[in-house]
């Protein structure tokens, strides 16, 4: 049996065993930036989850990471919304630069903890978007903006 063949089989074996003894997924916790309480992720008035925001809150990965059409559209709600304080490359001024890795909160530094300070505020003037209308899709498309950005 070549190598590939017994790979092949070793991941079959336990991908049966994952699904014979339920192996629990990882939960997703989801924090305030300024005292580590539970958020609450409830939609906002009008809100309707995407798959995206599903998917979201079940893995913690954006699912809109290296997608054009977030991308493009997470770069105009940037511009209408986070440019005036981090600047339209995101480099900062009042708000910190958000493309360098250079953060007080090192959760800060991961898309879940990008989305925790957006959806509801951090220290400063950062105020949360969630309370001004802004949708938890919308956020993603932002964190998906500003990943593009870093080099």
């Known amino acids: 049996m070549s190598l590939t063949q017994r790979a092949s089989r070793t991941l079959a074996v336990l991908t049966v ?16 930036a ?3 309480s539970p958020l609450d992720l409830s939609p906002i008035k009008g809100e ?3 798959d995206a925001v599903k998917s979201f ?20 709600i940037f511009n209408d919304n986070c440019q005036v304080c981090h600047k339209p490359d995101a480099s900062g001024g009042m708000g910190p630069n958000l493309i360098d890795d250079v953060v007080i909160n090192p959760r800060a530094n991961t ?4 989305f925790e300070v957006i959806h509801s505020g951090a220290a400063g003037a950062m105020r949360p978007f969630s309370k001004r209308g802004m949708t938890q899709d919308q956020i993603l498309k932002i964190i998906a903006f500003i990943d593009s950005l870093k080099k």
């Open 17 to 32: 065993a994952a699904v014979t003894f339920a192996i629990p997924a990882i939960a997703i916790e989801f924090r305030n």
């Open 111 to 114: 898309d879940l903890g990008k």
């Open 34 to 36: 300024l005292d580590d």
């Open 57 to 76: 809150h079940e893995t913690g990965t954006n699912p809109y990471v290296g997608n054009a059409d977030a991308i493009a559209e997470g770069k105009k």
């Open 48 to 50: 309707t989850f995407t």
